[in-house]
């Protein structure tokens, strides 16, 4: 007998318009599991089936495979994660229309020069060649996207301090007319962005990741007709620019990813200007550091990151990396802890991090989403220790 609010799979298929062989598939590849199984074995889904089914179909006409949708997918449906997977699937599906349409321009430059030229123009070829491979990183681009966006909205929800880390970060920039900056590891832009207001209208920003896929939500979170910004995509142990450019570098959470610190110094102290600064921010290691105390109690063999990446550079020893490199060294503490009250946002957090917690958490999702919604229903007090030093040539 079928449960109120329950399809057949024969049902479930026809109202997503696919065949009821996919929706078997999807089950047999743990992709897309039925709510619910009676006793003879027949198989139920939900409205909330119906929006995971979305996401994976979306995911599937992108280009990933199945193994990478298994990995990239949770079954759950509440608002806060529908909300941010829908936002990072539309920024995949505008990702992918401009690579289309790169493409596009590709095979009719090439196809123009053989009709004119008689010949193949082989460098025109090799970018056609490069265009049409680029989906192969459209896998890292939305798992960025998704960790990005899920530690930004667990301290936009629920900060202590409301002044926010971007525009406290922006404060200490100390901004004037004229001058020529560049952050290093701009990400989506958000420092910018929450801030455009206040942006003088003489001024110059390089914004630069080594992501194409960020420095992309970058120009669409700006607006590419801001002519008071440019985009590069480099590595920041190798900026390409002229000595003495520029009045201030910033690197917002970026010197721990960093693989030699040394040169990275070296090139800021290259690009700066004479009196120019370098904000560098990171954190201690106390910094939310209940979040790891909370997958601990779960289950003791999650690390939410197999390095700590403030032991490379972080609070305690970060001026002892900047030192050799710059006249004075000032760590200034962003004072803020966070309060959750919430279990989705907390779990999206944990679920970003870059550890061995998918393993042992995805397939024990419900289980893990009722502990910490009893942890979170008074309000869950998490540690902040984060801060920049702000460095003179």
Same mark, same amino acid.
Request: net charge negative; glycine share 6%.
């Given at each position: ?28 590849? *743990? ?6 199984? *009676? ?9 909330? =089936? ?15 495979? $199945?193994?990478? #949708? ?36 590709? #095979?009719?430059?090439? /196809? =123009? %020069? ?6 193949? =123009? ?22 960025? %996207? ?9 301290? /936009? ?13 922006? /404060? ?11 952050? $290093? ?9 929450? *801030? ?46 002229? /000595? ?5 570098? +910033? ?24 009196? @120019? ?7 201690? *290691? ?30 305690? !020893?970060? %001026?002892?990396? $900047? ?8 760590? +200034? ?21 870059? @550890? !061995?917690?998918?393993?042992?958490? $995805? =397939? ?30």
């Amino acid at each position: 007998m079928k449960k109120e609010g329950y399809y057949s799979s024969g049902e479930f298929a026809r109202m997503a318009h696919v065949t009821l062989r996919t929706i078997r598939y999807y089950d047999k590849q *743990n992709i897309l599991k039925p709510s619910y199984v *009676n006793d003879a074995g027949a198989r139920f889904y939900t409205d909330e =089936d119906l929006a995971r089914l979305q996401q994976i179909l979306l995911l599937k006409f992108l280009g990933f495979s $199945l193994d990478d #949708i298994r990995d990239m997918t949770i079954n759950d449906t509440d608002y806060h994660f529908m909300r941010d997977s829908l936002d990072v699937q539309l920024k995949l599906v505008r990702d992918r229309i401009e690579q289309l349409q790169l493409v596009e321009k590709a #095979i009719q430059d090439t /196809s =123009d %020069a053989i009709q004119t030229q008689h010949t193949i =123009d082989w460098n025109q070829m090799l970018d056609l060649i490069h265009l049409t491979g680029m989906e192969k990183s459209m896998k890292n681009q939305y798992q960025n %996207a998704t960790n990005i966006a899920a530690r930004i909205k667990l301290h /936009s929800l629920y900060a202590i301090n409301k002044e926010g880390w971007f525009p406290w970060i922006y /404060s200490q920039c100390h901004l004037q007319s004229g001058m020529n900056v560049l952050e $290093l590891g701009c990400g989506d832009g958000a420092l910018w962005k929450q *801030n455009i207001s206040l942006l003088p209208q003489n001024i110059h920003l390089t914004l630069s990741d080594i992501s194409d896929g960020m420095l992309r939500d970058a120009r669409r979170a700006l607006g590419a007709r801001d002519s008071r910004f440019s985009f590069a995509a480099f590595d920041c142990e190798k900026i390409p620019a002229a /000595s003495e450019s520029y009045d201030l570098v +910033i690197a917002n959470h970026v010197l721990f990813y960093c693989d030699n610190l040394e040169n990275v110094c070296k090139e800021v102290r290259r690009v700066l200007k004479p009196g @120019g600064r370098f904000l560098c921010s990171t954190y201690g *290691n106390s910094h939310m550091k209940e979040i790891s105390q909370l997958v601990s109690q779960f289950d003791e063999r999650i690390v939410l990151s197999a390095n700590k990446l403030y032991e490379k550079f972080g609070r305690e !020893n970060g %001026a002892q990396v $900047l030192e050799p490199w710059f006249s004075r060294v000032e760590w +200034i503490s962003y004072e803020d802890g966070l309060l959750v009250s919430d279990p989705e946002p907390l779990i999206s957090y944990i679920l970003s991090c870059h @550890g !061995n917690q998918n393993r042992y958490l $995805l =397939d024990h999702y419900k289980e893990f989403r009722s502990f910490v919604k009893k942890k979170t229903e008074k309000g869950l007090h998490i540690t902040k220790d984060a801060g920049i030093f702000i460095c003179n040539y």
